[in-house]
């Protein structure tokens, strides 16, 4: 049973999170590793000056390594209450594989009333709406059956778009064929980019010959989403600048009424695909499930 104020439960997410200062964000994180060649470093490790002039220089393109099943295993270990993972899409990474393989290492605490894992079914900011409903019901007092539910509502509500300047960090890491990097490269198209709801993974919505064309796609995206007028929860995501994503911003304050917007950059992990110019939002319409009365 419920009793308000008083949390029944602990929360962890992974490395596919990009969490927001102004949101319930802040829970332990089961980290990505990337890997420059021989040498690897968990993601945190990386400044993100360091981070991204090395990802310029391109020689070695980096790759990242998914959270181990042993450090899912030594945040069940910290954990004081049964603990509920909130992972990026299964479509996108085998982190929820190893979240499930925890349970083995940690029989008692991993066991499935002791530990429960949620497939976000997305990433990034979309993955911090999920977190913040399941922080929003342990704060209420709530069980882990109701921060799930709440996650449900929010992962329906919300969509998650972003666009890119270059193929060509999709290239260097496999994600995209040579061919069609070329192709797009010589035509400067820029990609509009969601996550399949069906599926957890990567879906092209939409594309634009120049950057200023590409933001107003991810605007437009969010406008043919929701409706012209519609109050709009923003979280805006930036590369190595936020320019770009307070242009997005603006966009769409000309179009809805904004009741939050925050902004938060891609962390390394991501960015090893998309490069330093990407730009996104995650957009979910009205208030929270949970605040409206």
Same mark, same amino acid.
Do not use: C
């Given at each position: 049973?419920?009793?308000p104020?008083?949390?029944? *439960?602990? #929360?962890?997410?992974?490395g596919?999170?990009?969490a %927001?200062d102004?949101l319930?964000?802040? $829970?332990p $994180?089961a980290?990505?590793s990337?890997?420059?060649?021989?040498?690897?470093r968990?993601?945190?490790?990386?400044?993100?000056e360091?981070? @991204?002039?090395?990802?310029?220089a391109?020689s +070695?393109?980096?790759?990242?390594?998914q959270p181990? +099943?042993?450090t %899912?295993?030594e945040l069940?270990?910290?954990?004081t209450?049964p603990t509920?993972a909130v992972t990026?899409s299964?479509?996108?990474s085998?982190?929820? !594989? /190893?979240a499930?393989?925890?349970? /083995?290492?940690e029989?008692?605490? =991993?066991s499935?009333q002791? @530990?429960t894992?949620?497939d976000?079914?997305?990433?990034s900011?979309a993955?911090? @709406?999920?977190?913040?409903a399941a922080?929003s019901a342990?704060?209420?007092?709530h069980?882990?059956?109701?921060?799930?539910?709440?996650?449900?509502?929010v992962?329906?509500q &919300?969509?998650?778009?972003?666009?890119?300047? &270059?193929?060509e %960090?999709?290239?260097?890491?496999?994600?995209?064929g040579r061919?069609?990097? &070329?192709?797009?490269?010589?035509? !400067?198209?820029?990609?509009v #980019?969601t996550v399949?709801?069906?599926?957890? /993974?990567? &879906? !092209?919505?939409?594309?634009a010959r120049?950057?200023?064309?590409?933001?107003?796609a991810?605007?437009s995206? $969010?406008t043919?989403r @929701?409706?012209?007028?519609?109050?709009?929860r923003?979280?805006l995501l930036?590369?190595?600048?936020p320019d770009s994503a307070? /242009?997005?911003?603006?966009?769409?304050? =000309?179009?809805?009424?904004?009741?939050w917007s925050? *902004?938060?950059?891609? !962390?390394?992990?991501l960015?090893v695909?998309?490069? +330093?110019?990407? #730009?996104g #939002?995650?957009?979910?319409?009205?208030?929270?499930?949970?605040?409206i009365e």
């Open positions: 049973m419920s009793q104020g008083r949390p029944q *439960f602990d #929360v962890i997410a992974d596919g999170l990009d %927001y102004e319930l964000n802040a $829970v $994180v980290p990505f990337i890997n420059f060649g021989d040498e690897t968990l993601a945190a490790e990386f400044s993100r360091e981070f @991204f002039r090395r990802l310029r391109g +070695p393109h980096p790759t990242t390594s181990t +099943p042993q %899912y295993a069940l270990e910290r954990a209450r509920l990026i299964s479509g996108l085998g982190s929820l !594989n /190893a499930g393989q925890a349970r /083995a290492l029989p008692q605490k =991993g499935a002791a @530990f894992i949620h976000s079914r997305t990433l900011a993955q911090a @709406f999920q977190v913040h922080m342990r704060a209420a007092g069980e882990i059956a109701t921060a799930v539910a709440w996650m449900r509502q992962s329906e &919300t969509e998650l778009y972003f666009t890119i300047d &270059t193929l %960090y999709l290239k260097r890491g496999g994600r995209i061919v069609q990097a &070329t192709l797009g490269g010589l035509l !400067n198209l820029k990609p #980019v399949d709801k069906a599926t957890g /993974a990567y &879906t !092209n919505v939409g594309r120049s950057w200023k064309g590409a933001l107003e991810v605007a995206q $969010v043919r @929701f409706g012209n007028g519609t109050p709009l923003l979280g930036y590369g190595e600048v307070q /242009a997005v911003l603006e966009i769409l304050r =000309g179009r809805h009424p904004v009741l925050g *902004f938060a950059p891609v !962390n390394p992990v960015a695909h998309t490069g +330093p110019s990407a #730009v #939002v995650a957009a979910a319409p009205g208030k929270w499930p949970w605040d």
